[in-house]
């Protein structure tokens, strides 16, 4: 089984920075894809970010371009989602995801594990 951890989540003001961390532990894989998603109240859960084993290829959601930047820490088995800018919009849960296959997709159900998520607010 694998867990995952978020953390960084936070009440920030409009323009403001946050740095999500997700850590993954329990059982290992020789080469995975994680992902961050977000939840806003009232709307579908959608994909913002994503980043494949090697080359890592970040995707980023259109709404979140040139804003956040989805990096990680393989020898931690860390993945982060620095986000700066942050608008009311951004405000949402935010969970991170793994995939055990080296390319990373937008498709919700190709993660087999899941964060507890982390709240996001971003107060205007």
């Known amino acids: 089984q694998v867990q995952l951890v978020e953390s960084g989540g936070g009440l920030v003001q409009v323009g403001d920075s946050l740095r999500l961390s997700c850590a993954a532990s329990g059982r290992s894989f020789s080469s995975y894809a994680m992902g961050w998603f977000r939840q806003a109240p009232g709307k579908e859960r959608e994909a913002v970010a994503a980043i494949s084993w090697s080359p890592t290829n970040p995707y980023y959601a259109d709404s979140v371009k040139g804003r956040f930047t989805i990096s990680k820490d393989n020898a931690k088995n860390t993945v982060y989602l620095q986000m700066n800018s942050l608008k009311p919009e951004d405000t949402a849960v935010y969970y991170c995801?793994?995939?055990?296959?080296?390319?990373?997709?937008?498709?919700?159900?190709?993660?087999?594990?899941w964060g507890q998520g982390t709240q996001v607010t971003v107060s205007s």
């Open positions: 995801a793994l995939r055990p296959s080296p390319i990373a997709s937008i498709a919700e159900q190709l993660y087999d594990y």
